[in-house]
């Protein structure tokens, strides 16, 4: 009942920049969350951010991402971007937008998921 659409991913080179997006359409209604999530080949799906819809500060990045990943949101279009600057190999992997009435940093709590986005950092 819920449809996410991820876009912004690409190739870039070590300290360059990307600006994911993610929109939630469909029955979003109790959707409040939306978050981000990775994976690299061979690694655990692991948490970046997540962002309420309700309260602009509700905000949590995971240790990776702070001081270089920056979630900005539009509410009225159920959208979140995600700024990346400074990017650097380990940020390689598949993107995931989630959403959820939850607001969690765990994967398992998440019912709606994207197709993924791919960014690759090059050495």
């Known amino acids: 009942q819920v449809q996410l659409v991820e876009s912004g991913g690409g190739l870039v080179e070590t300290g360059g920049s990307l600006r994911l997006s993610c929109a939630a359409s469909?029955?979003?209604?109790?959707?409040?969350?939306m978050a981000w999530f990775r994976q690299a080949p061979g690694k655990e799906r692991e948490f970046v951010v997540i962002a309420s819809l309700l309260n602009n500060d509700w905000t949590t990045y995971a240790d990776s991402a702070k001081g270089r990943f920056t979630l900005s949101r539009d509410v009225a279009k159920n959208t979140v971007y995600l700024q990346m600057d400074k990017l650097g190999p380990g940020d390689t992997a598949v993107y995931y937008c989630?959403?959820?009435?939850?607001?969690?940093?765990?994967?398992?709590?998440?019912?709606?998921w994207g197709q993924g986005t791919q960014v690759t950092v090059s050495s």
């Open positions: 989630a959403a959820e009435e939850t607001y969690s940093i765990l994967a398992r709590q998440y019912k709606y």
């Open positions: 469909g029955q979003t209604t109790t959707t409040y969350n």
